[in-house]
């Protein structure tokens, strides 16, 4: 090892432990945050989980605000494993790929759903987050039901536009029932019943996801 080497590990050294104490921090609001939501989650909470001080806290996210948003990236960031960078699929083999993938992280669907509906309320700072999300979200899965239209494949009387919109609402729903019953709400049954309704069998089925 060189002497330059030595030095990029030295510099290495301190960066490394300060992302891993920033994850620590993030994975400690991630609690937080799905169990009280943003109004009733507090720095000092996320503070305590991770044995700093508030101030200490600070020097890695400067408010509230900036946790909250970390926070939400992050598991965006979480949500995204289920895809491999080189993944392609149909629209309904992604939506149960995710729901099933989303359920089987602890807590994922707890913050989503909890910040989302905390979000409505004045001054939310993830409110213009949520907005954008859905409204990214309805226009993609409008493009994928007008392809399933254009191959032949959507429901005669079906429009894509409003399929798309349902599909998020329902997604929502059943996840909101899944948390308050969950040994009697099974979110990839109820959106499989959905495809079921308004996408016709693919003539070629090759999904692993289907059952």
């Keep these: ?14 960066y490394a432990k300060s992302e891993e104490r920033r994850r620590t921090i993030l994975d ?7 169990a009280h939501g943003y109004r009733g989650g ?14 200490s806290l600070l020097h890695y996210f400067p408010s509230k605000r900036d946790l909250l948003m970390a926070v939400l990236e992050r598991r965006d960031e979480i949500t995204g494993g289920a895809f491999p960078d080189d993944m392609e699929e149909g629209l309904v083999d992604s939506v149960i790929r995710t729901a099933l993938f989303n359920e089987n992280i602890p807590g994922v669907v707890e913050l989503y759903i909890v910040l989302c509906a905390e979000s409505v309320t004045d001054s939310h700072p ?21 392809e ?10 079906v429009d894509p536009e409003l399929a798309a919109m ?15 019953a969950p040994d009697e709400v099974d979110v990839v049954k109820g959106l499989r019943g959905y495809f079921n309704l308004v996408v016709l069998p693919d003539p070629e089925p090759s999904s692993a996801w289907e059952g």
Aim: charged share 25%; glycine share 10%.
């Design 42 to 55: 507090s720095l000092q909470g996320v503070a305590d989980r991770v044995g700093l001080s508030q101030t």
């Design 148 to 157: 399933l239209a254009a191959q032949g494949r959507l429901r005669p009387g």
């Design 1 to 14: 090892m060189t002497t330059k080497d030595v030095g990029r590990a030295a510099r290495r050294g301190p």
């Design 166 to 180: 349902s599909l998020v609402a329902l997604w929502d729903g059943l996840q909101t029932q899944w948390l308050l």
């Design 126 to 146: 993830g409110r213009v987050y949520f907005t954008e999300r859905f409204e990214r979200l309805r226009k993609s899965y409008a493009l994928r039901f007008a």
């Design 28 to 34: 400690a609001a991630h609690e937080v945050f799905a």
